[in-house]
C-alpha cells in the first residue's frame, strides 16, 4: 500500500502542480499582473510547489528530516539529472544575463544554508532569514528586470505564461482544484514515503534524498524537455535557478518555520558539499567562454554521471547499513 500511495501520489502531484501552476498563470494574467512577475512565478513557484507542499506536510507531521532531504535533494537532481540529462540531448547555450546574474546568487544562497546548519539546527529564527532572503531576492528581480525587455529569458518567460488562454473563471476553479489536489497527493506521498522508511530502517533524510526528490522534481524535467524541444536553452536554466533558489530558500524555510529541523550529519558531510560542487559546476559552466555560456555534452555528461554516482551511492549506503 505504501508503494502504490508513493507511486500514486506522485502521478496525481504532477498533475496538479501543471493544473495550479496554470490556473495561477490565467489568473494573474486577467487580474493584470505583469508577464514577466507571471513568468518568474511559475518557474520559481510553480514547479517547486510540490517540493513546497511536500515539505510543509512532512513539517507538520513530524518528520522534518523528510522535508529537508525533499529541497536539497531536488536541488541535486535539477543540476545533476535535469541539467545534464539536457544538456546530453541538446548542448545549452546562456544568453540571458538575468540567468548570468543569478547563478552567483544562487551559489552565495548555497553558502548561507551552509551557515544555517552548521550548529545542527535550523532554528525558526534561520528559517525566518531563508525567507526574508526569498522575498529579497523576489523584489530584487522584479525591479532589476524592469529595463531588460530584450532579454531572452522575459521572451520565454511570457510566452511561457501567456501560451495558454483560459477565462478568469477557469483560471480560479483550475487554481483552486490543483491547489486541493497537491495538498491531497502530497500527505499520500508523504504517508507512503515515511511508511517504507519505517519499514526498511531507513531514515527519511534517505527517503526525502532519493523517492521524494526526483518525484517532485518530474516537473522541472517536463518543462525543462519542453523548453530545450522549443530551442528555450535560457528557459532550462532558469527553471533549475529559479527552483533552486525556492527550494533552498523558501522549502526549507517553510518547513523550519513550522517545525525546527535537527541537522543529520549525513547533510554536512555528504549532502550539501554534493549540492554546492554541483552549483558550482554550473556557474563556471553558464558563465564561462568568454561572455556567453554553454553547457556542451561533454560536461552534462559529467552532471549526469554525478547524479548517477551519488544516488548509487545512498542506495549502497541503505543496503549496507
Same mark, same amino acid.
Given at each position: 500500500?505504501?508503494?502504490?500511495?508513493i507511486v500514486a501520489g /506522485?502521478?496525481?502531484?504532477?498533475?496538479?502542480?501543471?493544473?495550479?501552476?496554470?490556473?495561477?498563470?490565467?489568473?494573474?494574467?486577467?487580474?493584470?499582473?505583469?508577464?514577466?512577475?507571471?513568468?518568474?512565478?511559475?518557474?520559481?513557484?510553480?514547479?517547486?510547489a510540490p517540493e513546497l507542499m511536500v515539505s510543509a506536510l512532512a513539517a507538520l507531521q513530524g518528520n522534518p528530516g523528510l522535508a529537508l532531504g525533499n529541497a536539497y535533494g531536488s536541488n541535486i537532481a535539477n543540476i545533476s539529472l535535469? =541539467?545534464?540529462?539536457?544538456?546530453?540531448?541538446?548542448?545549452?547555450?546562456?544568453?540571458?544575463?538575468?540567468?548570468?546574474? @543569478?547563478?552567483? #546568487?544562487?551559489?552565495?544562497v548555497t553558502l548561507i544554508s551552509l551557515w544555517c546548519l552548521f550548529d545542527g539546527e535550523i532554528s525558526r529564527w534561520d528559517a525566518l532569514l531563508l525567507?526574508?532572503? /526569498?522575498?529579497?531576492?523576489?523584489?530584487?528581480?522584479?525591479?532589476?528586470?524592469?529595463? +531588460?525587455?530584450?532579454?531572452p529569458l522575459h521572451g520565454d518567460m511570457e510566452t511561457d505564461a501567456a501560451g495558454q488562454s483560459m477565462s478568469l473563471k477557469a483560471g480560479i476553479v483550475w487554481t483552486l482544484v490543483g491547489l486541493v489536489m497537491l495538498i491531497?497527493?502530497?500527505?499520500?506521498? !508523504?504517508?507512503?514515503?515515511?511508511?517504507i522508511a519505517e519499514a526498511f530502517g531507513v531514515s527519511d533524510l534517505v527517503i526525502g534524498l532519493t523517492v521524494v526528490a526526483i518525484g517532485t522534481s518530474l516537473p522541472e524535467l517536463a518543462s525543462s524537455i519542453s523548453a530545450v524541444r522549443k530551442k528555450q536553452h535560457d528557459l532550462v536554466l532558469g527553471n533549475v535557478v529559479g527552483s533552486n533558489m525556492f527550494n533552498t530558500?523558501?522549502?526549507?524555510?517553510?518547513?523550519?518555520?513550522? @517545525?525546527?529541523?535537527?541537522?543529520?550529519?549525513? !547533510?554536512?558531510?555528504?549532502?550539501?558539499? =554534493?549540492?554546492?560542487? /554541483?552549483? /558550482?559546476?554550473?556557474?563556471?559552466?553558464?558563465?564561462?567562454?568568454?561572455?556567453? +555560456?554553454?553547457?556542451?555534452?561533454? @560536461?552534462? +555528461?559529467?552532471? #549526469?554521471?554525478?547524479?548517477? +554516482? %551519488?544516488?548509487? %551511492?545512498? =542506495?549502497?549506503? =541503505?543496503i549496507g547499513g
Open positions: 500500500m505504501a508503494i502504490v500511495a /506522485l502521478v496525481v502531484l504532477v498533475w496538479s502542480a501543471d493544473r495550479f501552476v496554470d490556473g495561477a498563470a490565467a489568473t494573474a494574467r486577467h487580474l493584470g499582473l505583469p508577464p514577466l512577475l507571471i513568468g518568474m512565478l511559475v518557474i520559481g513557484f510553480g514547479t517547486s535535469i =541539467v545534464g540529462l539536457v544538456a546530453v540531448i541538446s548542448p545549452l547555450l546562456v544568453h540571458s544575463q538575468v540567468i548570468r546574474r @543569478e547563478l552567483p #546568487l544562487l551559489a552565495l525567507l526574508g532572503l /526569498l522575498a529579497t531576492f523576489m523584489v530584487y528581480s522584479v525591479r532589476s528586470a524592469g529595463g +531588460g525587455s530584450g532579454d491531497v497527493s502530497s500527505r499520500l506521498l !508523504v504517508w507512503g514515503a515515511v511508511s530558500l523558501g522549502v526549507v524555510g517553510l518547513a523550519g518555520v513550522i @517545525e525546527p529541523i535537527q541537522v543529520d550529519p549525513a !547533510v554536512l558531510t555528504r549532502d550539501w558539499p =554534493v549540492m554546492a560542487v /554541483l552549483t /558550482l559546476a554550473l556557474l563556471i559552466f553558464g558563465m564561462g567562454r568568454k561572455r556567453q +555560456g554553454s553547457i556542451n555534452r561533454w @560536461e552534462g +555528461g559529467i552532471l #549526469l554521471a554525478s547524479f548517477i +554516482g %551519488y544516488t548509487t %551511492y545512498l =542506495v549502497f549506503s =541503505v
